[in-house]
């Protein structure tokens, strides 16, 4: 049997991913007269999960509604990432597994540019701008190790990243990579040598 997912009281009917989350529905069918249904924006970490801007009515017509209203706000969130992301870089299509190396647990990934796995994305995220970082650390770059994290920077943004082992997809080497992810690898590749000296 499958766990039905609760925010709080409220079991979640309905969810869509955002940029930054998610827009859920839940219903309690004992609420109190007013609050049979919300509709709510999700956050999380690694730590916890927050609801916000939580609206609640007994009319799930009006509750629909204003979770159609939200979803149309992401989708053009999404186009707006993707848009700004592909003038700022150019090709950013998705890296496909035929393009990397398949990692074993034997083998150690620190100091090379990983791929993550496109299942580990949203699905309006899916591309090489998202996909393509660089390990940098954490057990779990290291080969035969117990440890599954690992720590990367994020070759588009510059951003640091954690994954876990088995997020990523493989290796891939640096006549794979779009020229954008060759150039923004050496600038990263030079701050890090700037920062040892």
């Given at each position: ?5 609760m ?17 859920v ?11 049979t249904?919300?509709?709510?924006n999700?956050?999380?970490?690694e ?8 609206l ?53 990934i620190?100091?090379?540019?990983a791929?993550?796995s ?32 690992v ?6 943004s ?14 891939i ?12 690898l ?12």
């Amino acid at each position: 049997m499958q766990n039905k997912r609760m925010a709080g009281e409220y079991e979640i009917i309905l969810s869509t991913p955002t940029t930054s989350g998610e827009c859920v529905i839940g219903e309690n069918i004992k609420a109190n007269p007013g609050y049979t249904y919300m509709v709510a924006n999700y956050e999380s970490n690694e730590i916890c999960g927050v609801y916000n801007d939580v609206l609640c009515s007994d009319n799930y017509s009006e509750i629909l509604q204003l979770y159609g209203e939200r979803i149309v706000e992401a989708s053009k969130e999404f186009a707006k990432k993707y848009e700004m992301l592909k003038s700022k870089l150019g090709d950013i299509s998705p890296i496909s597994k035929s393009h990397c190396e398949p990692v074993s647990y034997e083998d150690s990934i620190l100091n090379k540019v990983a791929v993550i796995s496109p299942s580990c994305l949203k699905r309006g995220l899916v591309n090489s701008a998202n996909q393509l970082v660089l390990v940098t650390g954490g057990f779990g770059a290291n080969s035969n190790s117990r440890g599954r994290k690992v720590f990367v920077t994020n070759i588009a943004s510059g951003e640091k990243e954690t994954w876990c082992r088995e997020d990523i997809m493989g290796t891939i080497n640096n006549d794979n990579l779009p020229l954008w992810a060759q150039n923004r690898l050496q600038q990263i590749t030079a701050e890090f040598d700037d920062m040892e000296i």
